[in-house]
């Protein structure tokens, strides 16, 4: 009873049964009061494996590991190389290696990072229920419209670079532990190792679940996400932590990304971000520019702006591509929300919004 009066105090406060109750009774209602009473993080779920890419932030994913008072049993942090990252193993390559060795999370420390590379490695990652944690070093200026990452996550230390794209950033100094790195590859991994501890405390969530407890105890929830500071900004892992029931999480939109053909068509590529309280993707048209709302919507709120529903992935055989054609002449945004199904959208961030488009008067 030590261990368990160590991590689960309320067990020693269930009130014990008055004297004349059986032997057999008495274990039956200690049972179910431990039941009641034992906090979610008791529960042990599956251990998670981690595979980073270089062997110089396996340090700091184990580090984290152990600052959220886990350890190697619980998550297993491997790197691919065991030459300090040299070779490489390129996107698809590391999925091959950290599927072959059970990982579910990977860890990237490559330059280079591109917002099309959602596009690109979503379906083989949500297909192989893995997420891909990448540093946030493009070579090239980011759109400040691309979304961040659905099957990705993309982060980068508090003062280095930010743009379009990004999803977190994160001090040095983060939790004063072990995990703490003044690099780009060091705090990719610390958050990588952090994601794993929240997978193994949360064994029902999957990893959208994981990323919108993220987003949604970070430092810039509350303002909505900005490119300029680190997208949705300085994570929180114990407050994160703290959330419990995957149906409660705030609902984020997908990552979609538009692209306009001549006659005034365009082709979305949306990368559906499949948290558990997910029922559909849901495109809206607007006559012009919305504002960002930063609060959770219903179709009436969405139709007293101006917005014009168009589809739903749900109604569609084939999802993650849409196309749509304007009339001649006229002007219009697009909003991309993600619906539950109480009949509620997720917030209207900046990224979500898409234009405004004016179709040419004829075709061409």
């Known amino acids: 009873m030590e261990g368990r009066e160590r991590l689960c105090p309320q067990a020693a406060r269930v009130p014990l049964p008055e004297r004349g109750v059986s032997g057999k009774v008495l274990l039956l209602i200690v049972a179910v009061a431990l039941l009641v009473v034992t906090p979610r993080f008791c529960q042990a779920g599956t251990p998670v494996r981690l595979r980073i890419n270089t062997l110089h932030g396996i340090e700091n994913a184990r580090g984290a590991v ?8 619980q998550v297993s942090v491997t790197a691919s190389s065991e030459h300090n990252g040299r070779p490489y193993l390129v996107p698809d390559a590391l999925l091959a290696d950290g599927l072959a ?36 070093e493009p070579r090239r200026t980011q759109p400040l419209q691309a979304p961040p990452p659905a099957a990705f996550v993309t982060v980068n230390r508090l003062g280095g670079e930010s743009g379009g794209g990004i999803e977190f950033g994160v001090a040095s100094d983060y939790m004063r532990g072990r995990g703490g790195s003044g690099t780009a590859s060091g705090v ?3 958050v990588a190792g952090l994601m794993a501890c929240l997978k193994y405390r949360h064994p029902s969530w999957n990893w959208f679940d994981v990323k919108a407890a993220l987003r949604a105890t970070a430092s810039n929830y509350a303002t909505g996400y900005d490119p ?20 409660k999480l705030p609902l984020f939109g ?6 306009r053909l001549p006659g005034g068509r ?48 749900y109604l569609r055989r084939q999802s993650g591509v849409f196309t749509y054609r304007l009339s001649p002449g006229e002007s219009a945004c697009f909003v991309w929300f993600t619906q539950d199904g109480n ?5 209207m961030e900046a990224y979500s919004i898409l234009g405004p488009f004016t179709a040419p008067m004829t075709g061409g």
């Not at 680190?230 to 959330?243: C, K, M, N, T, V």
């Open 343 to 347: 009949g509620r959208y997720s917030r």
């Open 188 to 190: 990719t991994s610390q």
């Open 101 to 136: 060795h059970g990982a579910t999370i990977l860890s990237s420390s490559f330059s280079g990072w591109n917002y099309l590379y959602d596009s690109v490695g979503y379906r083989k990652l949500v297909d192989s229920g893995v997420v891909h944690v990448y540093a946030y």
């Open 228 to 247: 300029a500071r680190h997208g949705y900004g300085s994570i929180e892992y114990h407050a994160a932590d703290a959330l419990v029931d995957a149906e």
């Open 254 to 259: 997908p990552a979609a990304v538009v692209r």
């Open 66 to 73: 152990l600052d959220a008072g886990l350890g190697p049993a």
């Open 266 to 313: 365009f082709v979305f590529l949306v990368n559906a971000f499949r948290q558990k309280r997910r029922f559909s993707d849901v495109l809206f048209l607007f006559p012009s520019r919305p504002r960002p709302l930063l609060k959770e919507l219903t179709l009436a709120e969405i139709g007293a702006m101006g917005g014009r529903h168009l589809f739903s992935s």
